[in-house]
């Protein structure tokens, strides 16, 4: 008796190198796309590593109506967070960002809050959590400023840290840890 082509063992282990080849070459797409992926993205924080001039010309309304420069902030440590009322991450880290404020404005750290929000719910925000740092209002377009200074997803919360030197030291999308801030907070970093 002669063996048939059409052993069914025969079927089931061509059936597996077709499914073991196609599933590697999943893998190896899936991997090249990260590495591009993360390739972009540092690429995207390696340059624009100083920040625009036009930046420190901007000028916003604080939720009271004071308008504040953002030239008043320059040549300082600099932390910038791009937050909304309506971002419960972005509600969650106020304490924090405040504490770090707190811990770090002798040594001559700026921090600001910018609203992606209208003055209204900010202003029921501060009333019920005040906050040790300025606020100021971007509204809708706080998200396109935040993707020119790196948010290349323009997701909240989105915060930016600065040296003395206007150099970007860390960007960082998502929520914050206290570790984070704990290590941005070193004076040779700024």
């Keep these: 008796m002669t063996e048939s082509s059409d052993n069914p063992s025969s079927a089931s282990t061509t059936g597996w190198r077709r499914r073991h080849w196609l599933g590697t070459a999943v893998a190896a797409a899936a991997v090249l796309g990260g590495a591009g992926l993360a390739w972009r993205t540092n690429r995207a924080r390696q340059g624009d590593r100083v920040i625009d001039p036009a930046f420190w010309q901007l000028v916003f309304s604080k939720p009271d109506g004071v308008m504040l420069r953002m030239d008043e902030l320059r040549n300082k440590p600099l932390l910038l967070n791009f937050w909304a009322t309506w971002c419960p991450p972005c509600v969650q ?15 001559g750290w700026k921090v600001l809050g910018i609203a992606v929000d209208s003055i209204d719910p900010v202003q029921r925000f501060l009333l019920q959590n005040p906050v ?58 700024v």
């Design 93 to 107: 880290e106020m304490p924090l960002l405040s504490g770090f404020h707190d811990l770090n404005a002798a040594k």
């Design 132 to 189: 040790t740092f300025p606020v100021v209002l971007a509204g809708a377009s706080g998200i396109e400023l935040s993707r020119t200074l790196g948010n290349l997803v323009g997701v909240l919360p989105f915060t930016l840290v600065l040296g003395s030197d206007g150099v970007v030291r860390h960007r960082k999308i998502g929520a914050l840890t206290t570790d984070e801030l704990k290590a941005w907070a070193n004076p040779s970093d």
